[in-house]
């Protein structure tokens, strides 16, 4: 999965060491809030300052700037899901503090890639024995994403997400009812015009929609696509044709069995950098990592290689 990795040693009693620990109440609930009674509790056995951080929606950017302005920590713990993630990344701005994941949001891609366990009190238990490892961060017009960066029917679906979000639906509910929500938008979400223009190849294509993720995803059967690697430097375009709802369907078996990238239906390449015109549209919305921002078009896309630094299990350790 990974080039080289560096030991962590979570046990330095230097005077002032310190470690962050953000959680976003929202993404997990109760289960948020146990993991950081969990992680305090054990961090403090290994004899480090625990400093936390509980993020207010609407104030995210702004409580973490402030946490990390003129303090050095010697990793950020992250209960949450993608989009907090990608929200201490972004906050840490080029800053080499390990991010240490406990997953409690709803996909939690990044941390099923990383190999963390995703039960959180398996994922502290895991990275108490953990290394630095160093993942690719994508980009579109500046806009920072770790796993994917959607276009078309994505913005609907993260409006209703949200929704669901706020009744208080764990995650596990909440997830098979995303999946069957998406099928049912895609197939009413009006194509778009695309432009896709990379050093190898410029086509023009109508699509419902437009999966640009940081390293490319394996053919694996299931809901959640993988990647086998995070630090490849190769941006993966998955692009759904303007294809029948009959066609979409078959598309969504596929890709449950595994066989999803030989659909007709589906346009997959890859490229180091990607430009992709919208149509006559001069903006358009887009969700990276769950989050919706619009920008401005053309969307251009770009990695960098081996940016954040995150922890994760140490190699041959059992995960869950």
Not at 9 to 19: D, F, L, M, N
Not at 28 to 50: C, F, K, P
Not at 121 to 140: C, F, K, Q, S, T
Not at 142 to 156: D, E, I, Q, T
Request: charged share 25%; glycine share 8%.
């Amino acid at each position: 999965m990974f080039a080289t990795a560096v030991p962590f040693q979570p046990h330095t009693s230097a005077p002032g060491v310190r470690v962050l620990v953000v959680a976003n109440r929202a993404s997990g609930s109760a289960a948020a809030l146990a993991a950081v009674d969990l992680l305090r509790q054990r961090l403090s056995e290994q004899g480090r300052r625990v400093d936390e951080l509980a993020l207010v929606a609407g104030r995210v950017e702004e409580m973490l700037r402030a946490a990390l302005s003129g303090v050095t920590y010697q990793a950020i713990y992250v209960a949450g899901g993608d989009g907090t993630v990608l929200a201490v990344v972004e906050a840490l701005a080029g800053r080499s503090v390990p991010i240490a994941i406990i997953p409690c949001g709803t996909m939690n891609w990044t941390a099923r890639d990383l190999g963390i366990p995703l039960d959180p009190e398996a994922a502290i238990d895991a990275l108490r024995d953990a290394e630095v490892r160093h993942i690719d961060l994508g980009r579109v017009n500046g806009k920072p994403f770790l796993c994917a960066c959607m276009v078309g029917f994505g913005s609907l679906l993260a409006r209703w997400r949200e929704r669901e979000r706020a009744r208080g639906n764990s995650p596990w509910v909440l997830w098979p009812k995303l999946v069957w929500r998406g099928l049912s938008l895609i197939q009413r979400y009006r194509h778009l015009r695309l432009r896709l223009r990379t050093a190898e190849r410029h086509e023009r294509l109508r699509a419902r929609a437009l999966v640009v993720t940081a390293n490319l995803i394996d053919d694996r059967p299931g809901p959640v696509p993988r990647r086998p690697r995070l630090d490849a430097g190769q941006l993966g375009l998955y692009a759904v044709r303007d294809a029948s709802g009959v066609e979409l369907m078959r598309l969504g078996m596929r890709l449950m069995l595994g066989t999803w990238q030989q659909d007709d239906a589906l346009l997959a390449t890859s490229a180091s950098h990607a430009e992709i015109g919208v149509g006559r549209r001069r903006a358009v919305s887009v969700m990276c990592d769950g989050e919706r921002v619009r920008l401005r078009t053309p969307l251009r896309f770009t990695l960098e290689r081996a940016t954040v630094a995150v922890l994760v299990p140490r190699a041959g350790r059992p995960t869950v």
